[in-house]
Each structure stands twice: as C-alpha cells, then as structure tokens.
C-alpha cells in the first residue's frame, strides 16, 4: 500500500512537470509564430512578394485560430500542485534544506528528542494547514467560483492545499516512525546523479 502511494505520488509529480513544460513550450511557439508571420506578411506586401505574403498570411490565420490565452493559467495550476505534492515528496526523500549543525552537536537522546519534536511539529503545522484548506475549499464550492480563463470550479484549483497539506503531515508522522524504529533519517546527496554510477562502471 505504501508503495502504491510513493508510486502515485511521484507519477502525479512527474505529469505535472512534463505537463507544465509541454504547454509552455506550445504556448510559447504560438506566440513566436503569429509574430512572425505577421512580420513576414510586412515584409512580403513590402517587396510585393505576392505568393510568399499569400503563404505567411494563411500560416497566420491558421495559428490564430488556436486559442491558448489559457495556457499561462493552466500552467499555473500545475506548478502550485506540483509544488504542494513536491513538498511531501521532498519531506520522505529527505530533499528539505535543514541547518542541522546544533542538532548533531547534542548528546543522542537529546538529539532524538529535538529530532522528533521537530518531526511533529512539522506533522501538526502541516495538518492545521490542511484542515483550514479543507474548509477554504468547502466554503470557495459554495460560491460556484470558476477561473478566469479556463472556467474551472476554483475549489478544484485550491483542492491541492488541503490534499498536500496533508500528504506531507502523513510524511512528517513516517518519517518519524521510522527515526524511531532505525534511528536514520532520509537523507538525499545532492551531488547523485541518477545513472552516473551505471555509465561510470560501463
């Protein structure tokens, strides 16, 4: 079950990524695209290049005739979601900053003790925030509020708050658990990259 939820979790994480990249680099072709046929057009009418200015004009009207005034929108969206369930992911991987120098420092039950206050804290700011979320959410339903430009029910916008929110309490109280049980933390390198070691033995 676990495993299912580390799975989708970071399957959910990994389609917003690819997702947001796509529309971006979409949208920002559209753009240069209409601009540009729309210089070439100029330029064509100007050197009274009639075939070329006929060409660029039915590029222009053909990339007109897409509309993606909701892409920045959407694109948005997908990085508040990404980053909501980025967080959680970043608290079972151990990928979070922490200025750890003091808590190292201590004598070992000491530094359990810290250690776990600090886990649950985590847990219960996190939880509380999920909770307000929940209610925000119940509350923005009521209003039938939609986005401007994709016209979405805004409660499923902000439906990430409470969702991550406690996603990432859950982490805080595995996290935890598992301190207690073995003693270790997840611990990320940021110096890894994945495959290096397969290309280097190849």
Same mark, same amino acid.
């Given at each position: 079950?676990?495993?299912?939820?580390?799975?989708?979790?970071?399957?959910?994480?990994?389609?917003?990524?690819?997702?947001?990249?796509?529309?971006?680099?979409?949208?920002?072709?559209?753009?240069?695209?209409?601009?540009?046929?729309?210089?070439?057009?100029?330029?064509?009418?100007?050197?009274?290049?009639?075939?070329?200015?006929?060409?660029?004009?039915?590029?222009?009207?053909?990339?007109?005739?897409?509309?993606?005034?909701?892409?920045?929108?959407?694109?948005?969206?997908?990085?508040?979601?990404?980053?909501?369930?980025? +967080?959680?992911?970043? &608290? %079972? $991987? @151990?990928?979070?900053?922490?200025? #750890?120098?003091?808590?190292? !420092?201590?004598?070992?039950?000491?530094?359990?003790?810290?250690?776990?206050?600090?886990?649950?804290?985590?847990?219960?700011?996190?939880?509380?925030?999920?909770?307000?979320?929940?209610?925000?959410?119940?509350?923005?339903?009521?209003?039938?509020?939609?986005?401007?430009?994709?016209?979405?029910?805004?409660?499923?916008?902000?439906?990430?708050?409470?969702?991550?929110?406690?996603?990432?309490?859950?982490?805080?109280?595995?996290? +935890?658990?598992?301190? &207690? %049980? $073995? @003693?270790?933390?997840?611990?990320? #390198?940021?110096?890894?990259? !994945?495959?290096?070691?397969?290309?280097?033995?190849?």
């Amino acid at each position: 079950m676990m495993r299912l939820l580390d799975r989708l979790e970071e399957a959910i994480i990994a389609f917003l990524i690819a997702a947001a990249t796509t529309t971006i680099f979409v949208a920002v072709v559209h753009r240069y695209g209409l601009s540009s046929a729309a210089k070439l057009i100029g330029f064509a009418n100007s050197m009274e290049w009639t075939t070329l200015a006929g060409l660029a004009r039915s590029t222009y009207k053909w990339l007109a005739g897409f509309n993606l005034t909701w892409a920045q929108e959407l694109t948005i969206y997908m990085f508040v979601w990404m980053a909501k369930f980025g +967080a959680a992911y970043g &608290v %079972r $991987t @151990g990928i979070h900053v922490g200025v #750890d120098v003091l808590i190292n !420092a201590l004598d070992a039950r000491t530094r359990v003790g810290f250690i776990l206050f600090g886990l649950g804290a985590g847990a219960l700011f996190t939880g509380i925030v999920g909770a307000l979320g929940a209610n925000f959410v119940w509350k923005m339903a009521a209003t039938g509020q939609t986005s401007a430009d994709l016209e979405v029910p805004m409660w499923i916008v902000y439906l990430c708050v409470p969702l991550g929110s406690w996603l990432m309490s859950f982490r805080f109280l595995q996290v +935890a658990v598992s301190f &207690v %049980r $073995t @003693g270790h933390l997840p611990k990320h #390198d940021h110096g890894h990259v !994945a495959g290096l070691e397969e290309e280097a033995a190849s």
